[in-house]
C-alpha cells in the first residue's frame, strides 16, 4: 500500500503529538507522600508540602536540571553509625589484608606526634604505646592464618575470637579510635580507620560492607536486646604482658535502616527528585548499603575516599578527588562533584543529625528543607534542630518559611533501643528509660526565637552561639 506525502506528514505530526502527550501524563502521574504513622507530623506536613511545590508535578519542574536532595548517611540514614559497625564486623572475622609488618604504621599514619601524653581521660597513655600492643596482637594472628580479606577463614572464627590475642587487637584498635577522634581534629581522625583497608581492593571492601549491613539488618531489626553498648576489654597484663595494660572500650552494637527512611527516598524518587548521600564513612562501605538495604532512587555517593596503587588500596587518603566528607568539606564536595551536574544550583533538601552535616545543610540559597534527626546535641546541628522546635511552634509551614526566606527545619525523633522512629521529635536515647527532646542549650536558643530572634540570625551567630566552628560562611549565601 502507497501513501501520499500528505497523509505521511499527517500520521508523524499526530504521533509527535501523541508521544509529547504521553511523555507528560506519563511525567505527571501522581505525587508520591509519605504516608507511614511514625513520621513527626509537622515533619510529614512539611515533606509532603515539598513534593507538592518541588516534585515533577510542580509548576517550573524541569527533567532535564531535577530538583535534588543530599543526605548525610550514619544516624541519617541509619540509626547508629553504619561505617562502626562495618568495621566491628570487620575486626570480628579478622577481614585484613595489610601484612604485620604494616600493622603500627597503618595505626600511626597521620599522626602528628604519635608520643604525646593523651591526659587523664586516656590514662597518659600515647598512641605509640597501644599501637605497639595492637601490631603485636595482630602479627601473632596473621602468624596463625586467621586474617584474610576475604570470608576464606570464618569458619575458624570460634578459635580466635576468645582469644587473647584477638581481645588484645580488637579493643586497642577500637580505644585507639575513640583516643585519636577525641584528642586530635576530625581531619585527623575522620579518615583514620580507613588505612586499616590497605592491601584490599574496593570491589573486597565493599563485599565487605554488603555483608555487614545484611547481618546487622536481618539479626537486629526485630530483636531489641541487640540495641546496646558492648563492651570490649583487653587481656589482664599480668597474664598477657603489655606496654599500655589492659584496657575497656564500650561501643553501640547494632545499625539498621527504618522503613520511614526507605519511603523518603522511594519517595523522592518517584517524585523526581535526584538524592545523593555524603557521608564521612568510606565510599564503599556507603555503596554497599544501596543493595543490601534496597535504598532506592540513589543517583550518586560521595564519602571518604583513599588512593589506590596497582588496584588495592593504600594508607592515603585521596585529595585529588575531593576534600574530607565532613563538615565545611561537605560543602565543598558538593561544590565539586554534585553541583555542577544541576547547572550551579543548590540542593532544595538536606537530611543530617551531627555537626559535620550544618554547613551543607544551611548554606546553599537552595534549600528550601532541612530535616534533622534528633540526637539531643547541643552544637549547630543543635541549633537547627532548636529552629524546628520554635517552627513547629509558631505552626510555621514550608511556604511561611519560603514567604520569610526561611529554611524549613524538621525534626525527627526515634527509640535507639529498638532502632525505630515513632511521631515525635523527642528521641530515646540507647539504654535510657525517658525520651528528651532538646539540650539545654538548645531550648535556650528556642527561647532566644521566641523573643524575637529570627532563624537566619541564629544560624549567622552559630560561631558565638555554640563555638563549634572558627567562621561559619553564611545562611543561604551560596
Given at each position: 500500500?502507497?501513501?501520499?506525502?500528505?497523509s505521511v506528514r499527517t500520521f508523524v505530526v499526530a504521533m509527535i503529538f501523541a508521544m509529547i502527550f504521553s511523555s507528560a501524563a506519563f511525567a505527571a502521574g501522581k505525587t508520591a507522600y509519605l504516608t507511614s504513622k511514625n513520621w513527626e507530623p509537622n515533619t510529614k506536613k512539611v515533606i509532603n508540602q515539598m513534593f507538592d511545590m518541588f516534585g515533577k508535578n510542580s509548576k517550573g519542574y524541569d527533567p532535564n536540571n531535577k530538583p535534588y536532595a543530599v543526605f548525610d548517611f550514619d544516624n541519617a540514614i541509619s540509626i547508629n553509625d553504619i561505617g562502626q559497625q562495618a568495621y566491628f564486623y570487620m575486626f570480628e572475622r579478622l577481614r585484613f589484608a595489610a601484612k604485620p609488618e604494616r600493622m603500627y604504621t597503618l595505626l600511626t599514619t597521620g599522626i602528628p606526634d604519635v608520643n604525646k601524653d593523651l591526659g587523664e581521660k586516656w590514662g597518659h597513655l600515647t598512641v605509640a604505646k597501644v599501637a605497639r600492643d595492637a601490631a603485636k596482637a595482630y602479627a601473632k594472628l596473621y602468624a596463625k592464618g586467621y586474617v584474610a580479606p576475604d570470608n576464606s577463614k570464618e569458619s575458624r572464627m570460634k578459635e580466635w575470637i576468645n582469644s587473647d590475642d584477638w581481645k588484645e587487637f580488637a579493643t586497642k584498635v577500637w580505644w585507639l579510635h575513640d583516643a585519636i577522634v577525641s584528642s586530635y581534629s576530625t581531619q585527623i581522625g575522620y579518615p583514620w580507620t580507613s588505612y586499616l583497608f590497605e592491601g584490599m581492593t574496593p570491589a573486597q571492601v565493599q563485599q565487605l560492607g554488603e555483608e555487614s549491613h545484611r547481618y546487622s539488618h536481618e539479626k537486629q531489626l526485630n530483636d531489641p536486646t541487640e540495641w546496646k553498648k558492648v563492651t570490649w576489654q583487653s587481656p589482664d597484663s599480668k597474664k598477657y604482658p603489655s606496654e599500655a595494660g589492659q584496657l575497656t572500650i564500650k561501643r553501640s552494637n547494632a545499625v539498621t535502616v527504618t522503613p520511614e527512611m526507605q519511603e523518603l527516598l522511594a519517595c523522592l524518587d518517584e517524585n523526581g527528585i535526584d538524592v545523593w548521600f555524603c557521608s564521612a564513612s568510606y565510599l564503599d562501605i556507603i555503596k554497599a548499603a544501596i543493595p543490601a538495604w534496597n535504598l532506592k532512587g540513589v543517583e550518586g555517593v560521595t564519602a571518604m575516599t583513599n588512593k589506590t596503587k596497582d588496584g588495592v588500596l593504600t594508607n592515603e587518603y585521596d585529595f585529588d578527588l575531593h576534600p574530607q566528607t565532613e563538615g565545611p568539606g561537605k560543602v565543598a564536595t558538593v561544590d565539586k562533584i554534585i553541583r555542577p551536574l544541576y547547572k550551579g544550583r543548590g540542593p532544595i533538601f538536606g537530611v543530617g543529625d551531627s555537626q559535620g552535616d550544618f554547613n551543607f545543610q544551611t548554606e546553599y540559597k537552595d534549600m528550601k528543607v532541612v530535616l534533622i534527626v534528633n540526637?539531643?546535641?547541643?552544637?549547630?546541628?543543635?541549633?537547627?534542630?532548636a529552629c524546628a522546635v520554635f517552627q513547629n511552634k509558631k505552626g510555621i509551614d514550608l511556604p511561611a518559611a519560603m514567604k520569610q526566606g526561611e529554611?524549613?527545619?524538621?525534626?525527627?525523633?526515634?527509640?535507639?533501643?529498638?532502632g525505630w522512629f515513632w511521631p515525635t521529635t523527642a528521641t530515646m536515647s540507647v539504654g535510657k528509660t525517658e525520651p528528651g527532646n532538646l539540650s539545654s542549650k538548645a531550648q535556650g536558643w528556642v527561647e532566644m526565637m521566641e523573643k524575637g530572634t529570627p532563624v537566619k540570625d541564629m544560624i549567622n551567630n552559630c560561631v558565638k552561639l555554640t563555638g563549634k566552628q572558627k567562621e561559619y560562611y553564611g545562611y543561604k549565601k551560596r
Open positions: 500500500m502507497r501513501f501520499s506525502k500528505k540526637r539531643i546535641r547541643s552544637d549547630d546541628e543543635g541549633l537547627g534542630a529554611i524549613r527545619f524538621c525534626l525527627q525523633g526515634r527509640n535507639e533501643n529498638g
